[in-house]
């Protein structure tokens, strides 16, 4: 279960923090950020799990407006699996011309860590919190998403298998053409 979702810094979210419940309902005025909210989960799942690039859904014109902030952070508390995760991610621009990077991802469980990316090296933990695998990696996408089940991952594989289950749906009628699926997806498609 989500526990805690922290952003800063990502269009309209400054230093915010949400900590839903089991059951939860999102109210407010229009442009407060609701739509934002699930925005942000999505991103993460698509970053974490899918291996999408941060170019064009991070840093630059994501910033909030109103900041001359140039790192973003992002914060994910979840609990299950008989513990607590965390997930952390940091993310600025750099070269010329600008270009966002990863700084920092991490997960860790229990406070220990899974998953370590900084100044360019990723560093894979087992199951019982020892460094067993590092090397370099471009600093554009996460390599979260290209871990593959082992026996040692067990928590790693749990979370990314949390993270898959993460759907949000915006019901947009001005993109609705017909009112019949040619066919049938086994996942929603994002457009």
Not at 162 to 173: A, E, G, H, K, S
């Amino acid at each position: 279960m989500l526990t805690r979702l922290y952003c800063d810094n990502y269009k309209c979210l400054v230093n915010f923090e949400f900590k839903p419940t089991a059951f939860q309902l999102l109210m407010g005025r229009n442009g407060a950020g609701k739509t934002t909210v699930f925005e942000v989960l999505a991103l993460i799942r698509d970053f974490a799990l899918r291996g999408d690039s941060c170019e064009g859904r991070l840093a630059g014109k994501t910033r909030t407006r109103w900041q001359d902030l140039p790192e973003q952070r992002f914060e994910l508390d979840v609990t299950g699996n008989g513990g607590d995760y965390q997930y952390q991610l940091t993310v600025d621009e750099w070269w010329r011309p600008a270009a966002p990077r990863v700084r920092k991802e991490t997960l860790s469980f229990n406070g220990g860590k899974l998953y370590l990316f900084e100044n360019g090296t990723v560093h894979l933990y087992n199951d019982r919190f020892e460094d067993r695998t590092q090397f370099p990696l471009l600093p554009r996408r996460s390599f979260l998403s290209e871990i593959e089940a082992r026996p040692e991952n067990s928590r790693l594989m749990w979370f990314k298998a949390w993270l898959d289950r993460i759907t949000t749906v915006q019901i947009d009628p001005k993109k609705m053409r017909t009112s019949e699926a040619p066919t049938e997806v086994k996942r929603l498609l994002r457009r």
